[in-house]
């Protein structure tokens, strides 16, 4: 291991520091959370939020609501969606499930939520 590798581990924010470890153990698990960490990655060139799988403000939660609505569409089990988000449990995946559902429910009342699902879709397929 590289000593500028280290030295940019040792630099990064707390958050991204628990970030890279909930990485490097599911990667240890055998976890490949990719997928999540593009959804991710969309949903902040999306809403210019870098989202925190640790803050639970309502801005990160809906992200990860969004993201794990997103992967269970794919077909990924809750189980793989709880270890790409950082080792989440399952019940907290059912949680995001139904919050993101509720909001595909009743758009009306979740006007700002769907306008960012909307965008967020856009740029996947894009």
Known sequence: MSEDLIKKCLSLSIDEKRMLIARIKNSLDGVDSWRADRLLEMYGEVTGMKPN?????????????MVAYQLLQ????????????????????????QKMQDALDVPQAYKDIIDIWNKFQKRIQS
């Open 53 to 65: 799988l640790y803050c639970r403000d309502r801005d990160h939660v809906w992200a990860k609501a």
């Open 74 to 97: 794919e077909g990924y089990s809750l189980e793989s969606v709880a270890m790409s988000l950082c080792k989440q449990n399952h019940s907290s995946i059912i949680h995001y499930r």
